[in-house]
């Protein structure tokens, strides 16, 4: 799981427990001009990963780290796919973060809450 926070214009992923191991990243932090959006996308998981450069996918119970597809490289951290948030970006490493979080709707509001005050 994973927590999202935003102060000081930088969106921060941090991610928790064991799923720091599985997904070889702790912490990831983003330009808050460099989101685009986020949505809650539950089904998002059923698609195709790609092709893993760290992490852990094992289908059905856990993807998390790196991923590449289509020439885009996306960060999982979703066991729960009821509980997965899809941050968009614009001009990052990543084109998508894609993770569990205790509140989808909680994390949806304040990234829309900070993208709109900023």
Partial sequence: MAVVSVADGILT????????????RSRIEIPLRHVRGATLDPGIVREPKGVKSGGTHVPGVIVAGTFRRDGEKVF????????????????EAYARLVVEVADPRETLALVERALRDA
């Fill in 76 to 91: 999982w951290d979703v066991k729960n796919p009821e509980k997965a948030v899809v941050i968009e970006l614009a001009d």
């Fill in 13 to 24: 992923v941090e991610v928790e427990g064991w799923d720091r191991v599985w997904a070889l």
